[in-house]
Antibody, heavy 121, light 107 residues
């Protein structure tokens, strides 16, 4: 059974960085991409970035390019998403998700429970 | 970015109703479309992929179809567990995008 478990909620000051983890179990970690998406309070979903775990290649949303870094540690089956220079607009629940592998970039067939990141002044 | 326009924004329905949600892509996505269900405080759940393929374990009252750049999700005989928000997502290129969501409420 596929399971993605994310790290806990974070409160950060504007301008700081945050790093969220996503530990996978129940499948071969290196065989599937991991994507990250976020959801601001009461809003829809926004894709953040993706990593192809077996070779470490990444893709990022254009509006976050330069501030977001997605990495993966195959020894612990854990993916990470780091967002720097935090702004109030980055306040959101961040999700990791396994990419099913059908199509270029999706769909997302298993999701983490979400991590709330709150950016304060 | 490929824009996904979803309608309606909200939908009021009763148990047993048939409901239809529409998603339109701003350009061709060759059927690379998924539908998700999200309940408050929970992560989205994959229902449909490749426009009309039912994800394993999803009840057969969920059905979806496509016509060009227009995609529909139909829930036949709405059940109490189906009151939630539904999102479409295109994944035809390296930059997946989501629709704004449709909240299905109890009438």
């Amino acid at each position: 059974q596929v399971h993605l478990v994310q790290s806990g909620a974070e409160v950060k000051k504007s301008g700081a960085s945050v790093k969220i983890s996503c530990q996978a179990s129940g499948y071969r970690f290196s065989s599937f991409d991991i994507s990250w998406a976020r959801q601001a309070p009461g809003q829809g979903l926004e894709w953040v970035g993706r990593i192809t775990v077996y070779n470490g290649k990444t893709k990022y949303a254009e509006n976050l390019q330069g501030r977001v870094t997605v990495t993966a540690d195959t020894s612990t089956a854990t993916a990470y998403m780091e967002l720097s220079s935090l702004r109030f607009g980055d306040t959101a629940v961040y999700y990791c998700a396994r990419v099913k592998g059908l199509g270029v970039a999706g769909p997302f067939d298993s999701w983490g429970q979400g991590t709330l990141v709150t950016v304060s002044s | 970015d490929i824009q996904m326009t979803q309608s309606p924004f909200t939908l009021s329905a009763s148990v047993g109703d048939r409901v239809t949600i529409t998603c339109r892509a701003s350009q061709s996505i060759s059927g690379w479309l998924a539908w998700y269900q999200q309940k408050p405080g929970k992560a989205p759940k994959l229902l449909i992929y490749k426009a009309s393929s039912l994800e394993s374990g999803v009840p057969s009252r969920f059905s979806a179809s496509a016509s060009g750049t227009e995609f529909t999700l139909t829930i036949y005989s709405l059940q109490p567990d189906d009151f939630a928000t539904y999102f479409c997502q295109q994944y035809s290129n390296d930059f997946p995008t989501f629709g704004q969501g449709t909240k299905v409420e109890i009438k």
